[in-house]
Every structure is written in structure tokens, then in C-alpha cells.
């Protein structure tokens, strides 16, 4: 199939020879059928399915040490529940829709018709390499397009791996992944279409050099999402579920609860029951159940920034006893942290691993007013059997997605919309919506045969004055 890439090789010159080979195929061979489309899934899906234990091996070397557990829940099985999703609803996201007509031109028609925009470029970080790489593939391919995938500098043998994958099972001029290649060279390029995943400031810079090519953006850029427990929701069953989310992968989800919303004179019972839940579902981090932080930059970043609010006035309550946080194998013990103020930086920016502040709250206007002051997160969570309540916060704030009693999972829904708002991203992908962001909805007018418009063609006199007037009554 494609030829093997030499990282050292890979320049802005080198990445505009691809991207001019994947453009020529895409017009010298034409708009992908159905059949071709689902055939390129299935080749994807085989691909990953034949080779899902060097993958996992892949990704936790990446990291250190990255729970198995975690890599087949959070990105195999999306992976594959997404190509599953897309191969299903394909014919019908590809066929023409009919649109209705003005009055004023009788018997002729219109319709739009999706067609793929030529060639998507996808930045994929590195906390969820793989699912982060496959998802917007898979809109991208379900939508008739070609694909070049720049993988992150911390997902080197993930890289590699997929590389040498994509290249025996898909033609360079359909799929290329890039090793080796600079951030500023790849978002440079003229694509038809670029997905970003990672932070604000790095989305920032890829929208500028997006723009330099008219080049339509879709950033996903994380944020600190809040976490609502409301007074009617039992703390047991809302640490359960929300601690899960906020622990897997360490913390180093871009939808992690970031901060927790507990009523107050309930704080103590939270931290109490959180105690009991982390230690049983982690008994020793030192097992290869809990997920590293991905590398020495991270580590001591997630120390200072615990550092920095002990330093003000927070108090740290680790939540497995006999289990510290150990630099050599990057284990960062799981940790609530109680007290927090605005001036700290943990409540400053996204933290990104295992840390998890809690704000008491008397009244919810309180956490409304708190959550409105600040960035518009990607996801927000609320814990709350109260209909009332629920709409209350759905209609008083914005955020990329909402969950109602759980968290995360709406990541997981292939017929929901993914994305963020403001400072969390914009655009959206996954499913339908995935589909469309990587086509053109392309407006065809048809004209009758004997089309009315001929009626007010000069030289205008009487007819053209009383068919004027009947159509601006109108």
C-alpha cells in the first residue's frame, strides 16, 4: 500500500507533497459510493480489531504505565461501537434530501446533496490517542473524504504502530499518518477541512494558521467542567458515579469533572464515602490498574499546582491511604482538595489529573452565578432528580453537553452531537453531526421546463407591474 515515512524526512515541503497527492486522487477519482465508503470502514475496523493488544501495549507504553482495562472501555469499544453506528446510518446520511420550492417558481425543484470536502487534516493529543484519532476518522471517511492525522510527540510507539497499519491496509493517497511532524507545518497547510483536540491556547494558534487558508476549524478544547450535586441527590450514589470519571485515565480526560458543587454541611460525607469508593476501586496505586501521568512536565506541574493551594489556604485529603505519589512511576495518588479560592490556581485552570476540588454552596444561585462568571466549559454535570432544576440549569447556563445524573457519557452516544462553546471549542463531530461537518451540504435548483420567471422579463410594462404587486402582497 503506502510507502513507509521517515520521521526525520517529514518538512512542511514534505507534508504539501501529501496533501497535494490525497487532493489530485480526490478529484481524479471522484466521489466515494456507498460500497467504497462502508468498505473503507470495515477495512478500519478489521484493522483495529486484528490488532487491539499491540495497540493497548502501544498506549501504556506512551505512558508509563495506562491501565489495559482503560484503553479497550474508553477507546477500543468506542472505537469500534462508532464505525458500527456510522456504517449503519451511512446510506441514509448520504442520500439527497428534497427541499421545498418557492410559490413563484412552479415546477421546479430543489434538493441538497452531502458531498465530502476533499481532504480533512486531525491534530490528535495524546490522553486519548487512539479514540481521538478513529472518531473524527470515521466522520471524515463515512463522509467521502480523504484523511492526514498528525498524533502527539507522547504517543510515539502509538504512532508508529498506526502508521505502519494505516500503510498496509489504506493507499497513501486515502490515509496517511504523519510521524514526526511539527504542530505549526501540519495546521499550515490548505486543507478542506482541520480538527483540532488539546488546549485553548494551542486551539488558538491552529485557528490562526487556519485562517490564513479559509481553512474551517473544529476545536475541541477541554476546560474545567463543573460538577453540580444537588440537596435532593443521594452523595453515595453521585460520588460512585462522578469519581469514576474523574479517575480514569488519572484524571487526564478532557471531560473530567473538574470541580465538584456540594451542598453545604454534606462536604464531610462526601470526602468520607469518596475514601471508602477510591480505596476499594484502588487499593494500591501502585498497581497497574491506576493510570500514570504521561510524562515528567505533567507530574510536576499537577505537584505545583497542589502545592500552590496548600501554600493559600486549601487542605489536601488523599483518598487511598498508603499510597503517595511516587515521581519515578508517575503515580499521582488520587486527592480531593477542600478550602479552594479563586486566587489558586487549581481553580484557574484545567487540571488534568486526579485532583479534585470542592466548592460548598448554600443556595444554587450561588453555583450559577459562579459557573456563568467563568470560561463556557465543554461538559457539565448535575446530580438531580428535580425537573425543575434540571431545566433551571439546562436554561441558565451553557456548556458544550450536559449529563443529567452521571458523567462523561454522553462522549459515548454516536447519535448526540460532540463539541464545545467559547473557550471549550466550536463545531461539533461524531455521528450525523460528524458526518455533516466533513461534507459540503451542496443546494441544487432545478428550473421547470417552462419556467414562471419568464413572465417578468423586460420590457417590463402592465404585466410586469400587477405580477409584482401580487408577489410583494405576499
Known amino acids: 500500500m503506502s510507502a513507509s515515512i521517515d520521521p526525520s524526512q517529514v518538512n512542511a515541503a514534505s507534508l504539501q ?3 497535494d497527492k490525497q487532493r489530485t486522487a480526490f478529484y481524479q477519482q471522484g466521489i466515494l459510493g456507498l460500497k467504497q465508503r462502508r468498505n473503507n470502514l470495515d477495512k478500519l475496523q478489521a484493522m483495529l480489531k486484528h490488532n487491539e493488544q499491540a495497540i493497548v501495549d502501544a498506549i501504556s507504553k506512551d505512558y508509563g504505565n495506562r491501565a489495559h482495562q482503560e484503553t479497550r472501555l474508553a477507546e477500543l469499544f468506542l472505537c469500534f461501537d462508532g464505525i458500527k453506528y456510522a456504517r449503519k446510518k451511512l446510506s441514509t446520511w448520504m442520500r439527497p434530501q428534497k427541499r421545498s420550492v418557492s410559490i413563484w417558481f412552479l415546477g421546479a425543484r430543489n434538493s441538497v446533496i452531502p458531498q465530502p470536502l476533499g481532504v480533512v487534516g486531525i491534530v490528535v493529543p495524546w490522553n486519548y490517542p487512539l479514540y481521538l484519532c478513529i472518531s473524527p476518522l470515521i ?9 492526514m492525522i498528525k498524533m502527539a510527540a507522547n504517543s510515539s510507539n502509538l504512532c508508529q504502530l498506526l ?8 493507499a497513501q493517497d486515502m490515509i496517511t499518518i504523519v510521524p514526526g511532524a511539527k504542530g505549526s507545518d501540519f495546521s499550515a497547510l490548505a486543507f478542506d477541512h482541520l480538527v483540532f483536540t488539546g488546549s485553548g ?19 475541541e478544547l477541554g476546560g474545567k467542567s463543573p460538577t453540580i450535586i444537588a440537596p435532593d441527590y443521594s452523595i453515595k450514589k453521585a460520588a460512585e458515579r462522578l469519581l469514576f470519571a474523574k479517575f ?33 476501586r484502588y487499593p494500591d496505586i501502585s498497581s497497574n490498574d491506576y493510570t500514570s501521568i504521561i510524562d515528567d512536565k505533567a507530574f510536576m506541574r499537577l505537584k505545583s499546582t497542589l502545592a500552590d493551594a496548600v501554600a493559600l489556604g486549601a487542605k489536601a485529603t488523599p483518598l487511598v491511604p498508603n499510597s503517595n505519589t511516587d515521581n519515578t512511576t508517575r503515580k499521582f495518588a488520587p486527592t480531593v482538595v477542600t478550602d ?16 479534585l476540588p ?19 466549559p465543554l461538559a457539565l454535570y448535575l446530580f438531580s432528580n428535580n425537573k425543575s432544576l434540571q431545566a433551571d440549569i439546562i436554561n441558565k447556563t451553557r456548556s458544550g453537553g450536559i449529563c443529567l445524573n452521571d458523567t462523561t457519557l454522553h462522549v459515548g452516544q454516536h447519535d448526540l452531537p460532540f463539541g464545545g462553546v467559547g473557550e471549550s471549542g466550536m463545531g461539533h463531530y461524531h455521528g450525523a453531526e460528524g458526518f455533516m461537518a466533513m461534507s459540503k451540504l451542496r443546494p441544487i435548483f432545478k428550473q421547470a421546463r417552462y419556467p414562471s420567471l419568464s413572465l417578468l422579463f423586460p420590457p417590463y410594462g402592465k404585466r410586469f407591474d400587477a405580477i409584482m404587486k401580487i408577489m410583494l402582497r405576499c
Not at 488519572?250 to 480505596?279: H, L, R, W
Not at 470542592?358 to 463556557?376: C, F, G, P, T
Open 358 to 376: 470542592i466548592m460548598a454552596y448554600q443556595h444554587m444561585h450561588e453555583v450559577l452565578d459562579y459557573i456563568n462568571a467563568h470560561d463556557r
Open 248 to 280: 480514569l485515565n488519572a484524571g487526564q480526560t478532557c471531560i473530567a469533572p473538574d470541580y465538584v458543587f456540594v451542598p453545604a454541611g454534606k462536604v464531610d460525607e462526601f470526602i468520607a464515602v469518596a475514601k471508602t469508593i477510591v480505596s476499594a
Open 139 to 147: 466522520g471524515a471517511l463515512a463522509a467521502g473524504n480523504r484523511c
Open 201 to 219: 491556547n494551542t486551539g488558538r494558534q491552529v485557528m490562526r494558521a487556519a485562517a490564513d487558508n479559509l481553512t474551517p476549524v473544529t476545536l
Open 17 to 19: 507533497q501529501l496533501l
Open 340 to 355: 479552594v479560592s479563586s486566587d489558586m490556581r487549581i481553580m484557574q485552570e484545567e487540571i488534568f489529573g486526579p485532583l
Open 163 to 170: 502508521h505502519t497499519l494505516f500503510a498496509e491496509q489504506f
